[in-house]
């Protein structure tokens, strides 16, 4: 790979400025200065050295961020706040992008990445990767929502969905359940329930696949993926075949 491009890709500015740190003889590659950013380096192997510290390529990033309520799911808007504009300069310099939508009005997990393939096998309705739900509705949940569910929610577009996991937690005139599903059709969840005669009142995503909200995380904060975590996206990724 181009040295101007790893430095680039790790947030050292464009080639111009890249140019400019060479040109101060700044850059080293295996203790060696260089002389322009044409040369090919292996980012993984060769010590690369700005102003005397180790750049630790890295290609890939995955972080979990926990959703605010009127933050959408989107990289870029011209009129709304995104969930990118919660991240730091140093992370948005990866260019990572959200996994899923998840409803403005909504809150709670989110994974971001630059990894287009993990995105694809999270939220692939293909992959069958179940995403978990706290759901407080108006109305009361009964044992007979939960058999509507296993079977499927014919929704008003006429689309029935997959089955879902509806778990009662509280049952009144303000109810409150978790929801596992594995699709993730334009406001699906409301409209699931919409479809049994109740209406959401809040929403929260605790869970895709084995990632589980962090509960420290406050809303909008975030933090990297676990080792663990990352395990396990590299593992949908293996199995894409």
């Given at each position: ?20 740190l060479?040109?101060k003889?700044w850059v ?18 060769d010590?690369?050295?700005?102003k ?18 009127g ?35 909504a ?6 990445t ?12 293909k ?8 759901v ?11 058999w509507?569910?296993?079977q ?17 937690l ?6 409150t ?5 594995t699709e ?23 869970q ?9 995380l406050?809303?909008?904060a ?9 395990k396990?996206?590299l593992s ?6």
């Amino acid at each position: 790979m181009r040295l101007d491009k790893v430095l680039a890709h790790m947030g050292y500015g464009s080639r111009k400025d890249v140019k400019e740190l060479i040109k101060k003889e700044w850059v080293t590659v295996n203790g060696a200065r260089v002389k322009h950013g044409r040369i090919h380096v292996d980012p993984y192997n060769d010590v690369i050295m700005v102003k005397q510290t180790p750049v630790h390529y890295r290609k890939y990033i995955y972080v979990m961020i926990n959703k605010p309520q009127g933050i959408i799911s989107a990289t870029t808007d011209r009129r709304e706040k995104t969930i990118i504009d919660l991240l730091p300069p140093d992370v948005q310099r990866f260019n990572p992008f959200p996994a899923g939508r998840l409803d403005k009005d909504a809150e709670g997990l989110v994974i971001l990445t630059n990894d287009g393939e993990v995105a694809h096998q999270l939220t692939s309705p293909k992959k069958a990767v179940k995403k978990t739900y706290y759901v407080t509705v108006d109305g009361r949940i009964t044992e007979k929502d939960v058999w509507q569910f296993a079977q499927g929610i014919i929704l008003d577009d006429g689309y029935q969905t997959k089955p879902g996991d509806l778990t009662i937690l509280t049952s009144g005139c303000i109810s409150t359940v978790e929801l596992g599903i594995t699709e993730g059709k334009f406001h699906q969840v409301k409209r699931m329930f919409a479809a049994v005669g109740k209406k959401v009142i809040y929403l929260k995503r605790l869970q895709m696949g084995d990632i589980r909200l962090d509960t420290t995380l406050e809303p909008g904060a975030f933090r990297e993926l676990t080792k663990t975590e990352r395990k396990y996206c590299l593992s949908l990724k293996a199995k894409k075949n």
